[in-house]
Antibody, heavy 121, light 108 residues
Framework: QIHLVESGGGLVKPGGSLRLSCAASGFPFSDYYVSWIRQAPGKGLEWLSYISRTSTTIKYADSVKGRFTVSRDNAKKSVSLQMNSLRVEDTAIYYC??????????????WGQGTLVTVSS | SYVLTQPPSLSVAPGQTAKISCGENNIGTQSVHWYQQRPGQAPVLVVYDDRHRPPGISERFSGSNSGNTATLTIRGVEAGDEADYYCQVWDSSTDQRVFGTGTQVTVL
């Protein structure tokens, strides 16, 4: 079965840093894009970033550009999200998702269960 | 950039049909995807490319897309369909992914 498992969430002070990981299994990891998506408490889904199969292409939402950095290790079948300069408004559940990309669209066919990040003093 | 507008909430009686809209100018020219998120759970893809269902998704879920509105239809609504539903598109101008505002479906 296909699984994505996030880890690394926790409590951090404003201005601090945190590194999230997403471990994949059950599919040829290097053949797929991966995205990070978050959901603030009681709010909707917000796409944050995607990374292409060989890390050639990386995109970020404006809300995290310059503060968050995504990377992947195909040998370890994992993707990381380095989050710096964290703000209270970054408090959310963070999901990684397998990103099905074609030339004309994308969608997320498998999601992890999420990891909670709380930014508070 | 895209702003995908959905009704905040929708109530439907068991056995009836729920129609959830996702509006944006000329959305009919885009491929629209739909996700179901039950309380406390991760989202699940229920429709992709406007009208296709992933394996394991009930035939009661269907999608359409034309003009300025995409629609997710749930026929024969069941208690287990109570969830938040999100539409999603790819913004080709920015190469970013965009989610709709979300619709909370309540089964009466």
């Amino acid at each position: 079965q296909i699984h994505l498992v996030e880890s690394g969430g926790g409590l951090v002070k404003p201005g601090g840093s945190l590194r999230l990981s997403c471990a994949a299994s059950g599919f040829p990891f290097s053949d797929y894009y991966v995205s990070w998506i978050r959901q603030a408490p009681g709010k909707g889904l917000e796409w944050l970033s995607y990374i292409s199969r060989t890390s050639t292409t990386i995109k970020y939402a404006d809300s995290v550009k310059g503060r968050f950095t995504v990377s992947r290790d195909n040998a370890k079948k994992s993707v990381s999200l380095q989050m710096n300069s964290l703000r209270v408004e970054d408090t959310a559940i963070y999901y990684c998702a397998r990103d099905i990309w074609t030339d004309e669209t994308n969608y997320f066919d498998y999601w992890g269960q999420g990891t909670l990040v709380t930014v508070s003093s | 950039s895209y702003v995908l507008t959905q009704p905040p909430s929708l109530s439907v009686a068991p056995g009836q049909t729920a129609k959830i809209s996702c509006g944006e100018n000329n959305i009919g020219t885009q491929s629209v995807h739909w996700y179901q998120q039950r309380p406390g759970q991760a989202p699940v893809l229920v429709v992709y490319d406007d009208r296709h269902r992933p394996p394991g998704i009930s035939e009661r879920f269907s999608g359409s897309n034309s003009g300025n509105t995409a629609t997710l239809t749930i026929r024969g609504v069941e208690a287990g369909d109570e969830a938040d539903y999100y539409c999603q598109v790819w913004d080709s101008s920015t190469d970013q992914r965009v989610f709709g505002t979300g619709t909370q479906v309540t089964v009466l």
